[in-house]
């Protein structure tokens, strides 16, 4: 089991950038892969982004290709998402997922959830 803890939202203008950070519990990190999901009020959790356990392959949501990066430090049991050119319809709250095994794309797939962390983009 892990415990997860987002963190780096905020409020941010248009065109600007965040970066969020989600800490995980364990000793075993580099066997999750993790996710990203967001959920903007009245709308579905939708897949953001998704790194396998080593780091090696990564996965974006339509979304987010070609704006947002996903990354890991195994070292410090963390994984990071950068988001750049940040527009209005990105407001959500931002949540961090881990599963054993790889990538999927569906929230059942994950067993393992953080709080989330709220990201407000201002036009």
């Known amino acids: 089991q892990v415990l997860l803890v987002e963190s780096g939202g905020g409020l941010v203008q248009a065109g600007g950038s965040l970066r969020l950070a989600c800490a995980a519990s364990?000793?075993?990190?580099?066997?999750?892969?993790m996710a990203w999901f967001r959920q903007a009020p009245g709308k579905e959790r939708e897949f953001v982004a998704g790194?396998?356990?080593?780091?090696?392959?990564?996965s974006y949501g339509d979304s987010a290709k070609g704006r947002f990066t996903c990354s890991r430090d195994n070292a410090k049991n963390t994984v990071y998402l950068q988001m750049n050119s940040l527009r209005p319809e990105d407001t959500a709250v931002y949540y961090c997922?881990?599963?054993?095994?790889?990538?999927?794309?569906?929230?059942?797939?994950?067993?393992?959830w953080g709080q989330g962390t709220q990201v407000t983009v201002s036009s």
């Open positions: 997922a881990a599963r054993v095994g790889g990538i999927y794309s569906n929230t059942q797939s994950y067993g393992f």
């Open positions: 364990g000793r075993t990190f580099s066997s999750y892969a």
């Open positions: 790194i396998s356990g080593s780091g090696s392959i990564t």
